[in-house]
């Protein structure tokens, strides 16, 4: 099983502002995900890392605002651009060694903006 | 597209036995997840069906028929941890692509 460390766990911030989150997995996946879950709501996805490519973004979901990088097959961050209240939540980090294997989690970022 | 439902909210006493349903429309339906996450806490993985029939692990089985586009997760001899949301997740990729989509969990309050 894979262990992925995030971090921060939780930060406030101030509108308009941006937030890196990081994510580092102890061994190579293939598959690196970001999810938000929002307050007594379940897990939706952001985007697929790719790495050494751009990230895969589900609808309602854009580079600029939520830019990703994965430089290699262990390591990906989230930036949350420009932020307002509307994106307090939780962002999680996961990975799968393959495709269709299960996913692990990181332990999450409790962002909230003011 | 996917679609999934499961209860909002079950409670059950301790030492019991619970089942938790979860229904899905998908396309490319591949497989079905099931994770439990603690308040606070990131999901943590509890099963994963592929094929028809019943997988059992402990005291946690989970059931899959792909015909009918359901599942279940069975808990059994229930604890006060496992209070918990379950979530029920299914894959639905084509060749080259991997997608998980979660229902909006089912929240389990185990009384004693």
């Known amino acids: 099983s894979a262990v992925i460390s995030q971090k921060p766990s939780r930060d406030i911030c101030q509108r308009g502002t941006s937030l890196t989150i990081q994510c580092q997995v102890d061994s190579q996946v293939t598959m690196m995900f970001w999810y938000r879950q929002q307050p007594g709501q379940s897990l939706t996805l952001i985007a697929t890392?790719?790495?050494?490519?751009?990230?895969?973004?589900e609808s309602g979901f854009v580079i600029d605002k939520f830019p990703i990088s994965r430089p290699n097959l262990t390591f990906s961050t989230l930036t949350v651009s420009n932020m307002s209240p509307e994106d307090s939540s939780i962002y999680l980090c996961s990975a799968a060694a393959e495709t269709n294997e299960k996913l692990f989690f990181g332990s999450g970022t409790q962002l909230s903006v003011l | 597209g996917q679609n999934i439902d499961q209860p909002t909210e079950m409670t059950a006493t301790e030492g019991a036995i619970v089942q938790i349903n979860c229904t899905y429309q998908?396309?490319?339906?591949?497989?079905l997840f099931w994770y439990q996450q603690h308040a606070g806490e990131a999901p943590t993985f509890l099963s994963y069906n592929v094929l028809d029939g019943l997988e059992e692990k402990g005291r946690f089985s989970s059931f899959l028929s792909r015909s009918k586009g359901y599942s279940y997760l069975l808990l059994k001899e229930l604890q006060m941890k496992d209070s918990a949301s379950y979530l029920c997740a299914s894959t639905g990729s084509g060749a080259g692509s991997y997608q998980l989509t979660f229902g909006k969990g089912t929240k389990l309050s185990v009384i004693p």
């Open positions: 998908t396309s490319g339906f591949n497989g």
């Open positions: 890392a790719n790495q050494g490519s751009e990230a895969t973004y």
